[in-house]
Structures are given as structure tokens and as C-alpha cells.
């Protein structure tokens, strides 16, 4: 049988239509159902790539007694928090309010009127580890809601109180300053792992956020010590089994402190925000490592991520089958043991790929197996040897089982892969990234953007090529508009710097408080329990900061007053927070960076059939300044005729030749021809 999934969008909720529960997508119906029967809801929140989600469906949510008994006491609703961002944040803060801590899969109990009352994460099947089993947790809940149904309306209300009191007030807290800034990198060199790179302890995130901002400063300040820990921190990583050594592309996490272990799964958030810190480094330094890495993460997305449709699925499983047992289990497609090097390189190829990639009789992860990685102390090899033998076993792991897709667009997702594929293209001379940039903004525009008359709106997700039901959210709206600036950017073409002025002025009519603060959801957006609104840095930069740092750009192009009054004021989190809590707004400090140093505006103007001026549109492209806006084309008029961005209006040649521009806080360097001059304005390490 199938239930009520079968004709959803999402590849997570498709995962579950043939559960034997009676699954209910979030709706409307759900909970009149749960009225009317005078049930709770069971809330169960996932995603398609979680190893743990996978593991409870199979344990608990395909076994037929646990189904029976859900589906007789209560209502069942299955959330793909990647389309509901929305509904699991709210429930999320609820959980780790009560819990003290989350994670996915996310269980919630609720009342009809959508009021948590019982919470947790992954149950087992059977009580462990001080865990009650998942049918221990039913019959409790089912047990309070028919015996103690006041205590339990009590519980419930209190909790939705309790959200309620912790509403944001940051609209007066002031624009962060150069102080803020410098307390801010001291927090982190305090949480800074000098033995290993990155932050805290296991387990370790990829901290692109911090790292951003880590080389804005530095690019600011000149500040030596915040580039050391960005440049340490992207080599441990880039070492680490967290990055995929033959095919390119970061894991989710490390389970370790040492970068060794990773979670398997691939998310396009990840490696788009990798791909780009990478990029980034590489301007700042020159690393070679740094633009391998850049090249590689790019590569990955296009290669494996990308759809028929020209957009960027939203991530690859941690899990598949393993050739040598049948069973689906993590990491197998990943993992190496030191017989599987030989019987694909034979003896002598696979002891040197062993001590290359640090493969061990041991292993580094389960049953003997090995994640590649690149050990400090590895032999130092021919470069041309490793190309063959990385390409030997490349090929050999392609006629492994591959992990399962995640074929759904995601809006927000999309545009930060868009930003990474556009700038790594412009850098490294790689126009068919740009193209792959191109085309998944073009998706975004045709499937994703609702022009209706009075109703102009962005969708959170499609997939094959299908508008899916859900609203686009803050982040969505945020990053989308930072992909089409950064390709304004690189294309030279003004469309894009329109498209982003659209998404921007929908942020400020849709998502923007009176006193400057941002919401994650529209103002006429569902009512929740609660209105989200998270100043804080996820696993992908927060809605409320990437929506600053894009307001802020698009008045650098124009002018505008009102999108910089709006930028500043919705920075005040951060001379509320950076100095606090700097692991968690760090892109909140890099949008502040920006601010600090203008951001500068470039405008290079010429002739496109003039060579000189992809030499001068590329030097301004490779600035380090923070924040810094490139405009390129021909000179625009006063009328507003010829050049299609604000920037180059009545900008005149120098002596008919390509001519940059560079200005801040209303004043402008000496116009330039040279591109030498031009990168001592912008702090280019190498034109």
C-alpha cells in the first residue's frame, strides 16, 4: 500500500510512501484529522541523506506493529526539513530547549493545535544507552494524553509561552565596529584547535562561515594570525578523509577532532560554501593546495550533483551497499582496505597508494577499511604516478554501488553554488563553470520565480523540473540574490543585478521587522506556533546575515540609501553577538567586514572587443578587499543609456583605453588603465 506520500515532491517524503504508516505530509488536513479523531500528532522531521532517519525508517517506521499502534493512536505527519525549514526550526528550538540539545531524525508530540508536549531525536527499537525504545516512548505519550489530558494541555501551552518570550531584540544594538571585530577574532583564536585546525572538538564541522571571515579580516586588517588559522584549518581538511581524495567534494562532518573520519553524506551547501572559502584562499595566497581544492569541489558539484534541468541537487547519501556483504551500510563506496588497492593496482602500486593515502592493515574506519586521506608524514611520490593511480581507482569505485541522490533544487542551495561556480570560473579560466552558473540561475529565474501581478514570490524547491508547494524562505531569498550578484560580477551582464534588486526589496517588504530584525518566513507565510527568526549561522550562513550582506551589496551597485540603512541595521546582531558567540555568526562578521571597508565599488569600463579589458575586469575581480562590487561594461550615459549597471554611469576612457574605477565611502581613487595600479588599490596578491 502506499500512504498519503506518494505524490509529494520531496525525495524524503517519496522514501516513506510505502511505510505501513499512514503518513500525513504537514497540512492543514493532518490536524483537523487529529481534532477529530482526538489524537495527538507524531511529528517526524528528516532528510533524505540523514544515516540516522535511514536507520529509524528501517527499525521502527517499516515495522508493522510499531505502525499499527501509530497509526491507531495517533496522527503521523513526515517533514523534509530541506522543504519546511520553517517547521523544523521552530520544533527544533523547542526540542533543544527542553532537551538541551537536537539533531535529526527529530521526533516532536503535539496537540491538535500544532503545541509540542513531548520531544527527542532517534528512538531505538529496543531500550539502550539509557534510551527508552521507540514503542516505550508511544505507549508513554498515549498513556499521559488519555489519563492526564490537563497536565498535558498544561505542558504544551507552557512550552508555546516559553518560545514565545524568546523573541529577538537586537534592531538597537549598532552596527559593529573595528572593536567588535577584534573581540570577535579573539573568541576564536581561543576556540581554535592549533594542533588540528578548526574549532571545538569532535564532532568537527567544516567552519566556512569563520573562514570567510577569517580571510576578510586578515584582507582588512592585514592581521596575520586570522589567516594562519583559515590557511592551517583548509589544509587539515583538504588532508583529511573529510575531503573526498579521488573525486573531490567534502563529507558533512568529521566524527573525530583529526578531520579523519567523516559522515559520509555530501550536501551542495557544503562544498559550494567550501569551494568558494577555497577559491578565496587561493586570492589571498597563491596556495596551489587551495586551488586544487577549489577546482576539485567545483568539478564534484557539476559532475555529480548537477540535474537534466542545469540546477544543483541538494545532496549525495552517506549510505550504500557494501560489494563485499549486500548490506546498505556508510561509507561504502568510500572506503579502503589494503586487499582492494591490490586487486585493483596489484602489489607494488597498491603498498605505494597505501602509504600515499595513509590505508592501513588496521583501518582508520570499520571492518578493517580505511578513509583516503593525505598524511603529513606520507612518501613524498611522483605527481604523475598518483594521477594514475587516483584515476585507477576512481574507475574502480564507479562500479561500486553509489550512494542514493537527492534530486530536489533547492533555492538557497542553488545560489551559493551559483556564487562558487561563477567566481572559481572567472579565477581559474574555467568559462564552462560560469556556463554551469548560468544555466542553474536561469532554472532558478524560470521554475523558481513567480512573477504573478502584485504577488512577485521565489520557491523554496522544485524537482525535474517542477515547482514544489512550499514558500521560499529567507535564506532562500539571500542567497539566490548573492549568486546573481556574484554573477553580475563575473558576467558583466546587468540582468542579474536586477533579478537580485527584485529578491532584495522582497526581503525588505516580506521578511523585515520594524526595528530593522529579520524573520526566516513572510509576513503572510503560514502561522506557526512561533515565527522563526535565527540570527545564527547553520551549516549554511543564516538568513538574516546573508540577506544583510546582499542588501549591502546591492546598494554598493546602486546607490540606494534604503537597502544600506537596512544592512546596517539588520548587522546590529552582530555587535550584539560577535563578540559572544563568533563560531556561530560568522557570517554575520564577514558581511561586517564588508561594511568596515566600504565596500569599495569597482567600475571597469571599455570596449568588449578590447583584450585589455578582461585583464583589468579579472584584476578586479581577484581584490581581496572585503565585500568589494565589480561592475563591467561600457560607460553608461546620464541618461542611463548604454552600460547596464548604476556603477558605470558618465565613467569616461583614459585615452580610449579600458579604465577601472575604485571608490568608498564617497570617494574615488584615481581613475586607472593599468592593471598593476589597479591591484594595489584592491590588494590583488597576483594580476
Not at 140 to 167: F, H, M, S
Not at 344 to 370: I, K, N
Amino acid at each position: 500500500m502506499s500512504n498519503r506520500l506518494a505524490h509529494e515532491t520531496s525525495p524524503y517524503l517519496l522514501q516513506h510512501a510505502d511505510n505501513p504508516v499512514d503518513w500525513w505530509p504537514w497540512s492543514p488536513e493532518a490536524f483537523a484529522q487529529a481534532r477529530e479523531r482526538g489524537v495527538p500528532v507524531l511529528l517526524s522531521v528528516g532528510y533524505s541523506s540523514c544515516h540516522w532517519c535511514h536507520v529509524m525508517a528501517h527499525e521502527s517506521f517499516e515495522d508493522e506493529s510499531a505502525a499499527a499502534y501509530m497509526n491507531e493512536h495517533f496522527v503521523n505527519i513526515k517533514v523534509d526539513r530541506e522543504e519546511r525549514p520553517d517547521v523544523d526550526a521552530v520544533y527544533m528550538e523547542a526540542v533543544q530547549a527542553a532537551t538541551g540539545q537536537g539533531g535529526w531524525p527529530m521526533t516532536v508530540f503535539m496537540t491538535p493545535d500544532a503545541e509540542p508536549f513531548y520531544f527527542g531525536t532517534y528512538f531505538p527499537p529496543e531500550p539502550r544507552h539509557g534510551m527508552p525504545s521507540f514503542m516505550e516512548v508511544l505507549e508513554g505519550v498515549r498513556t499521559a494524553w488519555v489519563g492526564r489530558p490537563e497536565e498535558v494541555a498544561e505542558v504544551a501551552q507552557r512550552i508555546v509561552r516559553d518560545l514565545a518570550g524568546r523573541q529577538l531584540d537586537y534592531g538597537k544594538a549598532g552596527t559593529p565596529g573595528p572593536e567588535e571585530l577584534a573581540q570577535a577574532l579573539l573568541g576564536l583564536t581561543r576556540e581554535y584547535d592549533a594542533a588540528r585546525g578548526g574549532f571545538g572538538g569532535a564532532p568537527k564541522f567544516p567552519p566556512s562561515m569563520v573562514l570567510e571571515f577569517l580571510l576578510r579580516h586578515h584582507a582588512r586588517t592585514g592581521a596575520e594570525g586570522a589567516l594562519q588559522m583559515a590557511a592551517d584549518t583548509c589544509e587539515a581538511m583538504a588532508r583529511g578523509g573529510i575531503y573526498d581524495q579521488l573525486g573531490g567534494g567534502f563529507a558533512r562532518y568529521s566524527v573525530d577532532r583529526e578531520w579523519v573520519v567523516p559522515h559520509f553524506e555530501k550536501m551542495l551547501y557544503d562544498n559550494a560554501l567550501l569551494c568558494r572559502v577555497y577559491a578565496h584562499l587561493w586570492r589571498a595566497t597563491g596556495s596551489d593546495l587551495a586551488r586544487r581544492v577549489a577546482l576539485e569541489t567545483a568539478d564534484f558539484m557539476v559532475r555529480e550533483l548537477r540535474t537534466a534541468e542545469g540546477g544543483f541537487a541538494s545532496a549525495l547519501d552517506a549510505d550504500s551497499e557494501d560489494p563485499r556483504t549486500g548490506e546498505h551500510v556508510e561509507g561504502a563506496y568510500y572506503a579502503w582496505t589494503p586487499a582492494q588497492l591490490a586487486e585493483v593496482l596489484g602489489a607494488d602500486d597498491a603498498a605505494l597508494a597505501a602509504a600515499y593515502f595513509g590505508v592501513t592493515d588496521e583501518g582508520t574506519f570499520e571492518h578493517g577499511a580505511s578513509v583516503l586521506q593525505l598524511p603529513q608524514d606520507g612518501p613524498v611520490v611522483d605527481a604523475g604516478a598518483v594521477a594514475g593511480i587516483r584515476q585507477r581507482l576512481l574507475a574502480a569505485r564507479a562500479e561500486r554501488p553509489a550512494p542514493g541522490r537527492d534530486d530536489k533544487i533547492v533555492a538557497a542551495w542553488n545560489g551559493l553554488a551559483i556564487a562558487a561556480l561563477a567566481e572559481c570560473g572567472a579565477y581559474f579560466d574555467r568559462p564552462d563553470l560560469v556556463e554551469r552558473a548560468t544555466e542553474a540561475a536561469d532554472l532558478l529565474v524560470r521554475v523558481h520565480f513567480d512573477a504573478a501581478a502584485g504577488r512577485a514570490r521565489l520557491a523554496r524547491t522544485s524537482k525535474d523540473g517542477r515547482v514544489g508547494a512550499n514558500a521560499g524562505v529567507l535564506e532562500d531569498y539571500a542567497d539566490v540574490a548573492e549568486g546573481f550578484l556574484a554573477l553580475a560580477a563575473v558576467t558583466g551582464e546587468g540582468v542579474w543585478l536586477e533579478f537580485a534588486g527584485f529578491l532584495v526589496d522582497l526581503v525588505l517588504d516580506l521578511f523585515t521587522a520594524e526595528d530593522g530584525s529579520l524573520y526566516d518566513t513572510a509576513h503572510d507565510a503560514e502561522q506557526l506556533i512561533r515565527r522563526p527568526q535565527d540570527p545564527t549561522d547553520t551549516a549554511a550562513p543564516s538568513g538574516w546575515t546573508a540577506a544583510a550582506g546582499a542588501l549591502l551589496s546591492y546598494a554598493a551597485h546602486t546607490g540606494s540609501e534604503a537597502h544600506r540603512t537596512a544592512a546596517e541595521r539588520a548587522l546590529g546582531v552582530v555587535h550584539a553577538l560577535g563578540p559572544r558567540v563568533p563560531r556561530f555568526i560568522g557570517h554575520g562578521l564577514a558581511v561586517a567586514e564588508a561594511l568596515l571597508d566600504g565596500p569599495r565599488e569597482v567600475a571597469v569600463v571599455g570596449h568588449p572587443e578590447d583584450p585589455a579589458l578582461a585583464g583589468l575586469h579579472r584584476t578586479a575581480l581577484l581584490g581581496t578587499a572585503p565585500g568589494a562590487v565589480v561592475a563591467v561594461g561600457l560607460p553608461r550615459a546620464a541618461d542611463g543609456s548604454g552600460g547596464e549597471f548604476p556603477l558605470l554611469a558618465e565613467r569616461t576612457l583614459v585615452r580610449d583605453l579600458p579604465t577601472a574605477y575604485v571608490c568608498r565611502h564617497f570617494v574615488c581613487a584615481r581613475p586607472t588603465t593599468d592593471p598593476v595600479e589597479l591591484a594595489d588599490q584592491l590588494g590583488v596578491l597576483h594580476p
